[in-house]
């Protein structure tokens, strides 16, 4: 109830209606502080409802990646047909290597099969992530800013990091464009004596590479 010279005000509060006492109101900075993070969440896409916030997951761009942060390694395998036993160790083994940015796999076409014999055949391809360096070079004399983009990996390094790891070991063959493994397996099929010999052959190129021949 308001005092006797009509001030109306509670102690720890301001009286409101039919007596009741509010809670302090905020303050006038307080106010305008909030206003302000109002503002810049709805500028980037947040939903505002009765002052409280809250994140638009449909906002184009929210779900990209921050600088600096390298996604996981995209493996094509829409031109693999899936053949082979150990294409996809090999394939696991590549998943592993950080310095590689992308694998494609694909069906080559001397893939074939006869009787009591199967030759499948397979490329991978590869890309190397990049670097960007900060360098000079001297122009009239004078040391001039670039930028060096300078690859990860190579075909040679690739051949060693292959070697090291259980299960695929060093390639059958490797020159600077090209690695090759050669698996032979016999596979009997049940009731079955002689069984069939299957030859699988798998090289791996650099994407974007430059051809050799």
């Known amino acids: 109830m308001p ?43 947040s939903t505002v409802i009765n002052g409280d916030i ?4 449909s906002t184009p761009g929210d779900d990209l990646p921050v600088p600096g942060y390298d996604k996981a390694m995209n493996v094509d395998t829409t031109a693999w047909t899936g053949e082979g036993s150990f294409t996809p160790v090999l394939i696991d083994a590549l998943k592993t290597i950080d310095a590689i940015e992308f694998v494609r796999v694909e069906d080559a076409p001397a893939s074939r099969a006869d009787s009591g014999y199967a030759f499948i055949s397979n490329e991978v391809y590869v890309k190397f992530r990049v670097e960007t360096r900060r360098g000079t070079v001297r122009r009239f004399g004078i040391p001039w800013p670039r930028q060096v983009d300078t690859k990860l990996l190579t075909m040679a390094g690739l051949e060693a990091a292959l070697g090291a790891i259980e299960g695929v070991g060093a390639p059958d063959y490797g020159d600077p ?15 079955q004596a002689k069984g069939v010999k299957v030859v699988e052959m798998v090289r791996i190129y650099e994407a974007g590479a430059a051809s050799l021949s």
């Open 177 to 191: 464009g090209m690695l090759q493994y050669l698996r032979t397996e016999r596979i009997v099929a049940p009731y």
């Open 3 to 45: 005092n006797g010279d009509g001030a109306g005000v509670a102690a720890g509060g301001v009286a409101g209606a039919g007596g009741v006492d509010c809670p302090d109101a905020p303050s006038a900075d307080a106010a305008r502080h909030r206003a302000k993070i109002t503002a810049t969440r709805r500028r980037r896409g």
């Open 54 to 57: 809250s994140k638009n997951s």
